[in-house]
């Protein structure tokens, strides 16, 4: 499982020109899952997502999660994270397929609410439109 976490002051998802989902201060997190992922690692993912410290405390030290802010989560499926890159032409067979991706999408979900978390979505597999305001910019990039 490969995560995107991007620290916001603000974001959104928008199909087919109506907002699906939408957070103030939070995370945006950009999801994608592989063939060799299961639950056991959408819950870990969510863990370490919902558990990163990278907001500021008073001393302007990145040392407070996203519990301490009081943040919430705006969550993407992303297939491209697994995009093989060795030409120019990206592939994306190494990402999972849409009957193991989308509970895992879901699982990954229902353990960040699970952890006290409000959690907005896209559409797995839509075409969408994110808008985000990155706050620092911080971003992180996760592997399992």
């Known amino acids: 499982m490969r995560a995107v976490v ?5 974001a959104s998802v928008e199909i087919e020109g109506r907002v699906n989902g939408a957070i103030g ?3 945006l997190v950009l999801l994608g899952v592989g063939p060799e992922d299961t639950e056991v690692s959408a819950v870990k993912m969510a863990d370490k997502v919902c558990g990163l410290r990278i907001f500021e405390d008073e001393n302007e030290k990145m040392n407070l999660n996203l519990s301490a802010v009081g943040g919430k989560l705006l969550v993407v499926s992303q297939f491209t994270l697994y995009a093989d890159t060795r030409s120019r032409r990206p592939g994306f067979s190494s990402a999972a397929k849409p009957e193991q991706a989308v509970p895992l999408y879901e699982r990954f979900m229902s353990e960040c609410r699970a952890l006290g978390f409000q959690v907005e979505h896209g559409e797995f597999g839509a075409d969408m439109q994110v808008y985000s305001r990155n706050d620092g910019p911080v971003t992180i990039l996760l592997e399992l």
């Open 25 to 27: 201060q939070g995370l």
């Open 6 to 10: 991007t620290r916001v002051k603000e």
